[in-house]
């Protein structure tokens, strides 16, 4: 708790734009960039092996041979906001009998609060993931790790799966225009401490009560997937226009709710 506050308040926490990495490994144009290619590399990772997975399960089987006629659109979306406080508060007692109910009270109240959205969009034909009967994606063990996007199973490949086990069974229809599977994720980690140093003399104390200095430091990271078919009329570059569509829809849903929650002060 302490290293955040004063690491928060050393780096200017509110001040300055926010680090994407957090303290102490952020702070360089090369760590950062560090995290992101890292993220967008794990991302391509899971997506190529839940393609790969699913495909590969059902060989010799025309479940899903549709899906190889399909692209993946995925958003990614960084969202950081750092705020620092300052509450210095004293009392003083003037020298007087002990009987005398006079003090004198004051205090101060400051903040800042800065917040970074960085935003990424990119595209993947699902014949261009297949890894082939064997293939699996090959991990960067020496990447870094400080978001969850990383370290953990987004469940794509199992979403994916319950797609196709659906037409399968004859509950979807795989050549319908309308056809759309979307897959968002998101984690959101707040950091928050304070410290307050108090002193006691004989006519005045100094920060009895409240924070003198508090930091919270939230990191946001949302991942937006959405399969659909390619849309041929523009050479097969571009999912279906409600793929597209539903992909933007799940993005401007996202940052609403991101706004309401910042509003609120959740």
């Known amino acids: 708790m ?7 308040v050393l780096a200017g926490c509110g001040l300055r734009v926010p680090e994407i990495r957090d303290f102490p490994n952020g702070g360089s144009y090369a760590s950062n960039n560090a995290l992101v290619q890292a993220i967008v590399r794990s991302v391509h990772c899971e997506l ?19 899906l190889r006629k399909w692209g993946a659109q995925v958003a990614l979306t960084i969202q950081l906001e750092e705020k620092s406080t300052a509450n ?3 009392v003083w007692f003037p020298p007087s009998p002990p009987s005398s109910i006079f003090s004198l009270s004051g205090a ?3 903040s800042a609060d800065a917040t970074r959205v960085d935003k990424v969009n990119f595209y993947y034909k699902v014949s261009e993931l297949y890894l082939g009967p064997n293939g699996r ?9 400080d978001s969850l996007l990383i370290q953990s199973d987004l469940k794509l490949a199992e979403w994916l799966d319950a797609m196709v086990n659906g037409v399968a069974t004859g509950q979807i229809t795989s050549v319908a225009k309308q056809n759309v599977l979307s897959h968002q994720v998101t984690f959101e980690i707040d950091s928050s401490g304070s410290i307050t ?13 409240g924070n003198l200095l508090s930091a919270l430091r939230n990191r946001k990271h949302d991942l937006v997937v959405t399969f659909a078919p390619l849309d041929k009329t523009q050479s ?28 609120l002060g959740q």
């Open 2 to 8: 302490i290293a955040l506050v004063a690491g928060c």
């Open 48 to 66: 190529e092996d839940a393609v790969t997975r699913v495909l590969n399960a059902r060989a010799g089987s025309s479940d899903a041979l549709f």
């Open 88 to 90: 210095p508060t004293a």
């Open 108 to 110: 101060f109240n400051g």
């Open 137 to 145: 994606c090959e991990r960067d063990t020496t990447a870094p790790t």
């Open 197 to 209: 140093p108090a002193w006691k003399l004989v006519r005045a104390t100094f920060n009895q009560s």
């Open 236 to 263: 097969g570059n571009f999912l279906i226009p409600i793929g597209e569509s539903t992909h933007i829809a799940s993005q401007l849903t996202s940052g609403i709710t991101s706004g309401f929650k910042s509003a």
